[in-house]
């Protein structure tokens, strides 16, 4: 009989070192390379909800003897990866975590008049096209669901909607360069390419205009 061991997480800003209390753990548990189209795959499963964790401190107990990596997200900062590595049944490992906060990119999007606000828009940041995808699928090994418009496919970096002003936000986008994209169907959207970030920069605010009708 192997006894589980325990996990414990201390998760602080980079910048001011005051403790995230909000955050959540995933088990990323497998990544695997697919044969031309240089894909790689991960399982994710959540070990520790969104919530609020007092002082930045998790612990997670019962938690099966097995080499992994977590990942931990938080709101308005990049994820942050932890390599679990040689863990020993009835083991208490602790894990120091530092995030950092990513870039943002905001905007107001506009119908084809370019005066009226368009509303619950959706708004994405794609990687450019040629680089390789990842597919994320959720749920444990084995259970494979790929349905990108569900969302999963991650050549999308970000994805969020426009509020009744037209606005738009988002947080969290890692050092890059990136396809800026607002569509309300496959026919009718505006692109706004090469959108270049870096850390901690403030992108914006963008003006994105629909057209009245088809591809720009």
């Known amino acids: 009989l192997t006894v589980p061991a325990g996990l414990g997480f201390r998760v602080t800003d980079g910048a001011t070192g005051k403790p995230v209390e909000r955050f959540s753990v995933l088990d990323t548990g497998f990544t695997m390379s697919l044969d031309g189209r240089r894909q790689s795959w991960s399982s994710e499963s959540t070990l520790v909800h969104t919530d609020h964790h007092e002082g930045g401190v998790v612990i ?26 040689e863990l020993e049944a ?71 909607r426009t509020d009744a002003q037209g606005h738009f936000t988002l947080s969290g986008v890692p050092e890059g360069s990136y396809l800026l994209r607002a569509y309300r169907s496959p026919q009718v959207f505006v692109v706004v390419e090469d959108v270049s970030v870096h850390p901690g920069d403030r992108v914006g605010p963008l003006t994105l205009v629909l057209p009245g009708g088809g591809r720009i």
């Open 60 to 85: 997670v107990e019962d938690v099966a003897v097995r080499d992994t990596t977590f990942r931990v997200r938080a709101e308005g900062y990049l994820p942050a990866h932890v390599d679990c590595r």
């Open 90 to 160: 009835g083991e208490m490992r602790w894990f120091d975590v530092v995030l950092w906060r990513g870039a943002s990119v905001s905007g107001t999007v506009f119908e084809a008049d370019g005066s009226t606000p368009a509303r619950e828009l959706a708004v994405a940041l794609f990687m450019p096209e040629d680089t390789p995808m990842r597919l994320i699928l959720r749920g444990t090994a084995g259970r494979v669901d790929p349905r990108p418009e569900e969302g999963q496919w991650q050549d999308r970096v970000g994805t969020t």
